[in-house]
T-cell receptor
Framework: DVKVTQSSRYLVKRTGEKVFLECVQD?????MFWYRQDPGLGLRLIYF???????EKGDIPEGYSVSREKKERFSLILESASTNQTSMYLC????????????FGPGTRLTVT | KQEVTQIPAALSVPEGENLVLNCSFT??????LQWFRQDPGKGLTSLLL?????REQTSGRLNASLDKSSGRSTLYIAASQPGDSATYLC????????????FGQGTTLQVKP
């Protein structure tokens, strides 16, 4: 069965802290994505990666960076967390072949105080 | 710029009713369209994916249709149950894109016993 896991379901951090969110998929997918979801704004793409060490900016990359050192793992980094980064963060993955169906993890609810 | 709209934003129906959720998109140049379900505080679960060359897909009590030329998709839920209560999101994958999905804001469905 398809599986995307995220390192934490809930996270509380202080303003200015460096925050790491990890995502792991076990489907050997080439593509991985980080979204954030906010009421009234829907899902917005932060970054995505189509191969190891490759990354592309999404719609709202400011304040974030990513790392993909292994195919199965995609990390989202908040260099200096701010209160406006309080949100639900969702990771997803998809193959580069066939249906390109996107599979999502359970999400991380991040609160920055 | 591709935009995806879902109407209505919220829907409440009695158990057993058949219902239709609507999704419209502004640019017909899409690779596929995906319907997701999201329970409160959780990640997204893929329900159905329709390729641009297809007209419909079925899974159990769910049927999704696609009319690419008019920029519309519908998700039909037969014999609704309280367990169907969730937010339903549609997302389009633009043609020629490596993987980015454009999401609608979702329709929150409540099925009353």
């Amino acid at each position: 069965d398809v599986k995307v896991t995220q390192s934490s379901r809930y996270l509380v951090k202080r303003t200015g802290e460096k925050v790491f969110l990890e995502c792991v998929q076990d489907m050997d997918h080439e593509n991985m994505f980080w979204y954030r979801q906010d009421p009234g704004l829907g899902l917005r793409l932060i970054y995505f990666s189509y191969d190891v060490k490759m990354k592309e900016k999404g719609d709202i990359p400011e304040g974030y960076s990513v790392s993909r050192e292994k195919k199965e793992r995609f990390s989202l980094i908040l260099e200096s967390a701010s209160t406006n980064q309080t949100s639900m963060y969702l990771c997803a993955s998809s193959s580069s072949w066939g249906l390109l169906e996107q599979y999502f993890g359970p999400g991380t609810r991040l609160t920055v105080t | 710029k591709q935009e995806v709209t879902q109407i209505p934003a919220a829907l409440s129906v009695p158990e057993g009713e058949n219902l239709v959720l609507n999704c419209s998109f502004t640019d017909s140049a899409i690779y596929n369209l995906q319907w997701f379900r999201q329970d409160p505080g959780k990640g997204l679960t893929s329900l159905l994916l329709i390729q641009s060359s297809q007209r419909e897909q079925t899974s159990g009590r769910l049927n999704a249709s696609l009319d690419k030329s008019s920029g519309r998709s519908t998700l039909y839920i037969a014999a609704s149950q309280p367990g169907d209560s969730a937010t339903y999101l549609c997302a389009v994958r633009p043609a020629g894109n490596t993987g980015k999905l454009i999401f609608g804001q979702g329709t929150t469905l409540q099925v009353k016993p």
